[in-house]
């Protein structure tokens, strides 16, 4: 079934005679969602890249020797967007929806999340030093001062408290990276939940508090994890426009061409690569006029993610059969972060109904050093979290490293990106995605695949591309208001 535009388009571009030529680096969401919209267009003069054998990029799924399935991290669909929407259902058949259920491990105490709205689960001490921070941060006068770091932010919204017990140590967990170290315009203008008076009042009463608000659910593909996703995306694009085990090693922005491993020489009119930032700068020539740059590529910071998979034969514990993910913030545990994954889909497993399995989460940097032995060191974090009882169960184990795993917001990211972004796009090069754009905070996969359709529209349309450079509005508004009405030129 061809993909159907739901949206209001004023411009039919292939009534024009000519059609620029478009190139497209990688086939993740970015790369799809960049050639969807080209072929929903009626475009035919343009031409899709990847260096891997298949398409989905960060967004692929792994089977192991034993035929367990593994997500390259914790993906889920959850959407921002009408055309999101459409496009999944277009290429998906199948899907599974289930209640997000995810936990926080802090001292060997189950917390359900929003952790802040069920510190009632904590010990009296840990009770008494949150919620001392929480009533001195809501003391403190207004003030119109923007914080500078995500250290600051955590303080001034959280207090103390929470941040010792739970926000430091978790987001160091994660981003590999001190608080201190991290910017924090990438949480913009978000306000967290804390609401002082409800989390009295479930301490008191001992409630717990499991709302998610507007994303209570989301959903997973029957078949094939989320690689097989992008996978029907791709089939649904005509194979002949998509170029596999083709690797770019040169960007001539000046003389608009791209140079491959094999020596072949491609030309384009508009460009969007979403190689990592970083590496597009180093693959440009030394003498283009975008040179200057390239020494910047040194600044950009990021972190490695180790995907750990654990296979098990039986049934998940009863306290695990309904849980999505969890955060664990302490140090008995190398990970920050454990799926259910045969939760999402009983056919993530080889055999349905007598095996479960459980995906892992590490964080590395030159901040954050792993385990000599990650595997080993995660099944240990495993008991020690009681998520595994009986180490026999295990029937399969898997590892891999994701080289460029989180893209760190970190401090002067976005003064850096506002240097190096306005010269490439001038050039008619867009770079977007997870690491093309550098914007953790629209790295999702339905921001990330709306970053290429937007990009497509403008170099087509000469629209604006609001994914990329209003994350706080696509964030907050209501789906509904995600119709776009392109400029004609």
């Known amino acids: 079934m061809p993909f159907v535009y739901q949206e209001v388009c004023l ?56 035929g367990f399935l593994w997500d390259m991290g914790g993906h889920v669909i959850f959407s921002h967007y009408k055309y999101f929407d459409t496009l999944m259902d277009a290429a998906v058949p199948d899907w599974l929806e289930h209640q997000r259920e995810s936990w926080v491990l802090k001292s060997d105490r189950w917390v359900p999340y929003p952790f802040q709205n069920n510190i009632h689960r904590l010990s009296e001490d840990q009770i008494d030093k949150c919620l001392a921070g929480l009533v001195a941060v809501k003391s403190l006068p207004p003030t119109t001062e923007k914080p500078k770091t995500f250290k600051d932010w955590i303080d001034r919204n959280f207090g103390s408290g929470l941040a010792d017990v739970f926000l430091y140590p978790y987001n160091y967990k994660v981003w590999a990276y001190k608080p ?52 029907a995306v791709a089939a649904q694009l005509p194979q002949e426009n998509m170029r596999y085990n083709t690797e770019v090693v040169k960007v001539d922005v000046d003389a608009k061409k791209v140079v491959l491993a094999s020596g072949e020489e491609l ?73 259910v994954f045969s939760n999402y889909s009983p056919h993530n497993v080889p055999e349905p109904g007598v095996q ?10 030159p901040d954050k050093p792993i385990p000599e032995d990650i595997i080993a060191a995660s099944i240990q974090g495993a008991v020690n979290s009681f998520l595994v009882s009986d180490t026999n169960d295990i029937i399969s184990t898997f590892h891999t490293r994701l080289q460029r795993g989180y893209p760190t917001p970190f401090v002067g990211r976005d003064e850096l990106l506002a240097q190096i972004q306005p010269r490439l796009q001038a050039l008619n090069v867009f770079s977007r995605g997870r690491f093309g754009g550098w914007k953790y905070e629209v790295g999702n996969q339905d921001h990330s695949c709306m970053q290429g359709v937007e990009a497509v529209d403008a170099m087509l349309f000469g629209a604006e591309e609001v994914t990329y450079f209003y994350p706080d509005l696509v964030n907050t508004r209501p789906k509904a208001a995600t119709t776009r009405v392109y400029k004609l030129h």
């Open 11 to 66: 411009h039919i571009f292939t009534m024009q005679k000519t059609q620029p030529r478009i190139l497209v680096l990688g086939s993740g969401p970015t790369g799809l969602g960049a050639a969807s919209r080209l072929h929903q267009l009626g475009q035919t003069n343009w031409l899709l890249i990847e260096r891997d054998a298949e398409a989905g990029g960060l967004a692929t799924t792994m089977t192991d020797e034993k």
């Open 180 to 231: 201190e170290k991290m910017a924090a315009q990438w949480m913009g203008e978000r306000v967290p939940t804390v609401d002082l008076p409800k989390i009295v009042h479930n301490i008191v009463m001992k409630k717990d508090d499991l709302g998610w608000g507007p994303n209570a659910t989301f959903r997973f593909p029957l078949h094939g994890g989320t690689g097989g996703i992008w996978k």
């Open 267 to 339: 030309q384009y009119d508009y460009l969007l690569s979403t190689i990592a930032l970083d590496l597009l700068l180093q693959h440009t020539p030394d003498n283009c006029s975008t040179a200057d740059l390239k020494p910047l590529a040194d600044k950009f910071v990021y972190s490695s993610t180790h995907i750990v998979g654990l296979g098990l034969k039986g049934q998940p514990p009863s306290h695990l059969k309904t849980m999505c993910w969890m955060y664990f913030p302490d140090d008995n545990s190398p990970f920050y972060r454990a799926t």
């Open 356 to 365: 479960w399995s459980l995906m892992l989460e590490i964080s590395e940097s």
